[in-house]
């Protein structure tokens, strides 16, 4: 076979022109907002949710309230808890 594959591209090659406009491009957003959008959703619809947090302990409740550096997550049973992002290691709803 040729230095060209079955699809006409050169071997070593992209085959979209996306990789070489990412390369080009001197502006890479760094923030896609997607956490302040998941948690406004979360907050919005009191949906029931579960920290697991790098301990393997796990809160149960709704997330109330968050900032940069935590989230406060509101509990029937037991008292309200601030609970900082870095020791948070994933959140599931429930």
């Known amino acids: ?3 060209r594959d079955r699809r006409g591209h050169s ?3 992209w085959r979209d022109g996306i990789a070489e406009s990412i390369l080009q491009s001197h502006h890479v957003e760094e923030q896609t907002n ?3 959008r998941y948690l406004t959703n979360l907050i919005r ?7 697991r947090l790098l301990n393997n302990e796990e809160i149960s409740g ?3 309230y968050y900032d940069r550096n935590f989230i406060r997550v509101t509990r029937d049973s037991e008292p309200n808890i601030f609970v900082f992002k870095d020791n948070i290691k994933y959140i599931f709803e429930r």
């Open 1 to 3: 076979m040729s230095r």
């Open 11 to 13: 071997h070593g090659r």
């Open 34 to 36: 997607a956490e302040t």
């Open 45 to 51: 619809n009191r949906t029931p949710i579960v920290v």
């Open 62 to 64: 709704w997330i109330e």
